[in-house]
């Protein structure tokens, strides 16, 4: 749904010329010195970056999902890592409040992450329990007034910079599924929290992630979202519902901007006497991210709209996180080919792109979870 087209579209041009003139030309630093400069960062503030989806009312965009997702294509244009910074604020770090936290919740903490002075982080893998998010093992025991966590979460996004984080901790003992999972909101700097150092990614160089530890951390029980116990892991999979079809959005402007690179490369580059890109051989590769473009593109808009219109979209997020995912894997790989020597080399974009997207097919669940969400809805929604 789209509330306001000439408001949008003001929005998306402000957002194209900020990732054209100040985000693509700091990539390379990024990637080396593994930090996003300060003097970004501000603009990403003043931009509304940090609540392009959080609502009006609590100092955000207030975007629908159709609108946040032609922003994400746009923002996504670049590298993924300085989407990532403000990224869990619009998503995983804000959505658990958002969808299921109580008025007071919401009010004490998503303007502050509406406006970027705190970055929200979500706080669900743990090192025994990644895709069997249900198992988790982090406990919270009720103490008093209070709750008392403990546990260990991994590779948890922008822990480094986090000023809250909702947490996914084990309620009900008794119970070891998700039926026994409440979700917490924990601010940074509650004693008993420590973060493990950085990890050593693959890529995605300026996006930080590390352990977060709870060691005997006493949390008000007035943290748990929405104020009831054993709700916490169906909170934690609505949000990714939405986390799902972001991050779908974001693979396709990522692949938009390696097939436009790639495109450019086949046109300049000469062999045998001509632009590689009038070989037949690398217009296969061009004409086949194009047409997948257009497919996942079209899927998430399709998504989103659905989502607008109050429909519950689990399998269409997944659908869509599975196919578009996959597909810029797919764009990344054809863009190196295409690059041939000089995609292998670091001199250009096309080598970081490709070990930058490879995280999609993993993270916010597994392509083989996508594939067993899609097959069980079907299988339950055939049998109702
Ligand atoms: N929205 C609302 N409720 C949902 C839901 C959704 N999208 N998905 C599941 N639920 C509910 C179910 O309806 C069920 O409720 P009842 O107990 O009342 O019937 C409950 O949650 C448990 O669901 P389910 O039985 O499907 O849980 P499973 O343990 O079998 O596993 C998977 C579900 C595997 C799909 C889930 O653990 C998952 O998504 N894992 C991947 C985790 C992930 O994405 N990690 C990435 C880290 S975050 S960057």
């Avoid at 159709?66 to 990532?84: C, D, H």
């Avoid at 509406?114 to 706080?123: K, L, M, T, W």
Wanted: charged share 25%; proline share 3%; glycine share 10%.
């Amino acid at each position: 749904m789209i509330r306001d087209q000439e408001t949008l579209n003001i929005l998306l041009a402000s957002i194209r010329r900020f990732v054209r003139e100040q985000l693509v030309p700091h990539e390379q630093q990024v990637a080396e010195t593994d930090e996003i400069p300060p003097a970004l960062v501000a603009q990403m503030r003043e931009l509304g970056l940090f609540g392009l989806s959080i609502p009006e009312q609590y100092g955000g965009l207030g975007l629908t999902m159709e609108e946040e997702v032609l922003a994400a294509f746009e923002i996504a244009r670049t590298s993924p890592a300085f989407r990532s910074l403000f990224g869990t604020n619009n998503g995983i770090g804000s959505q658990g409040i958002l969808i299921d936290g109580t008025e007071e919740q919401k009010n004490a903490w998503l303007p502050r992450m509406a406006s970027g002075e705190i970055v929200g982080s979500f706080a669900l893998t743990e090192p025994g329990y990644g895709s069997d998010a249900g198992s988790l093992t982090t406990s919270a025991v009720r103490d008093g007034d209070h709750y008392i966590i403990n546990g260990t979460k991994r590779y948890i996004t922008n822990a480094p910079e986090a000023g809250v984080f909702t947490v996914m901790a084990r309620t009900d003992a008794t119970r070891k599924g998700p039926g026994g999972v409440s979700a917490f909101i924990v601010e940074r700097g509650t004693p008993g929290i420590s973060l493990g150092k950085k990890d050593r990614k693959m890529g995605q160089q300026g996006a930080h992630t590390c352990d977060v530890i709870f060691e005997n951390c006493r949390v008000p029980a007035s943290c748990i979202i929405g104020g009831k116990e054993g709700q916490g892991f169906k909170t934690a999979m609505k949000v990714l519902d939405k986390g799902r079809l972001h991050i779908s959005a974001i693979c396709v402007g990522v692949a938009e901007r390696m097939l436009e690179d790639a495109l450019r490369y086949a046109m300049e580059r000469q062999q045998f006497g001509q632009p590689i890109a009038e070989f037949q051989l690398i217009q296969a590769m061009l004409a086949d991210s194009k047409a997948e473009i257009y497919a996942a593109r079209s899927m998430v808009l399709d998504a989103a709209r659905r989502r607008d219109n109050g429909e519950d979209i689990p399998t269409e997020a997944s659908c869509c996180k599975l196919f578009a995912s996959e597909m810029c894997g797919r764009v990344a790989d054809r863009s190196v080919q295409i690059h041939g020597g000089a995609g292998y080399v670091s001199d250009y974009a096309a080598e970081r792109f490709y070990r930058d997207v490879r995280l999609f097919r993993i993270y916010e669940g597994t392509s083989q979870i996508q594939q067993l969400v899609i097959a069980r809805n079907m299988i339950k929604a055939a049998g109702a």
